[in-house]
């Protein structure tokens, strides 16, 4: 693969969608035989079946993303696939807070503490954070949009995918309607930029529940 001027952004795009994820872009590449930079971006919201391997040389994990997700999986407590499955339910990333909130662990009666867990997550790098300067340098969190797409497709498997869906947008109702009632006050600013910081997940509560008025008021 010779790459073309014009193609350095298409390129910088794709790294960028498999979160700079090695054997992800190395499975790219290997598609490079057939489609150009251009129509491979094009087909990264179908990943896992995209990126695969007919290498018989490889180990099973490294033949296919999914496989190598599927894997590092496998190797979390209970609790912690609980944790992560449920963080998918945030869209921009979250604050601890706000999952302490929103993730319930009540099933695995062994689990530590909500913020422990988040802990453990990132320090297996299945969750990402950044600092807000905006805020202080507060830590927000996220997930890698690949480790998004597998968690997303595991929490719709839970006994009541819904139940997290709709303790999302209450909690997200509320903070959301607390921050528009402050932007009146002497912290307007820190109001503002948390609701900036919090806009996709109120954005996602009105696609997940459209007839929730108090995300509408907030809107």
Aim: proline share 4%; hydrophobic share 40%.
């Amino acid at each position: 693969f010779r790459l073309k001027p014009d193609e350095r952004k298409v390129v910088e795009e794709i790294v960028r969608r498999l979160d700079g994820i090695p054997l992800a872009i190395e499975l790219a590449a290997a598609r490079t035989s057939v489609l150009s930079p251009q129509k491979l971006l094009k087909r990264l919201s179908k990943r896992f079946s995209l990126l695969q391997s007919r290498d018989q040389d490889l180990s099973d994990r490294q033949r296919t993303l999914s496989s190598a997700i599927e894997w590092s999986w496998s190797l979390l407590e209970s609790w912690e696939q609980d944790a992560l499955a449920q963080c998918s339910v945030f869209q921009g990333g979250f604050f601890l807070e706000d999952a302490e909130e929103v993730i319930d662990l009540t099933s695995c009666p062994d689990a530590p503490m909500v913020m422990d867990v988040i802990t453990d997550l990132k320090d297996k790098s299945l969750l990402r954070s950044w600092e807000l300067p905006e805020l202080g340098d507060e830590l927000r969190f996220g997930m890698y949009e690949s480790i998004r797409d597998f968690a997303t497709a595991k929490r719709l498997g839970l006994d009541n995918p819904q139940a997290i869906i709709d303790r999302h947008a209450e909690h997200m109702v509320d903070k959301g309607t607390q921050l528009a009632d402050d932007l009146q006050g002497a912290d307007s600013h820190h109001a503002m930029s948390v609701l900036v910081a919090e806009l996709e997940n109120l954005l996602a509560v009105a696609d997940n529940c459209p007839d929730h008025r108090g995300v509408q008021a907030i809107l």
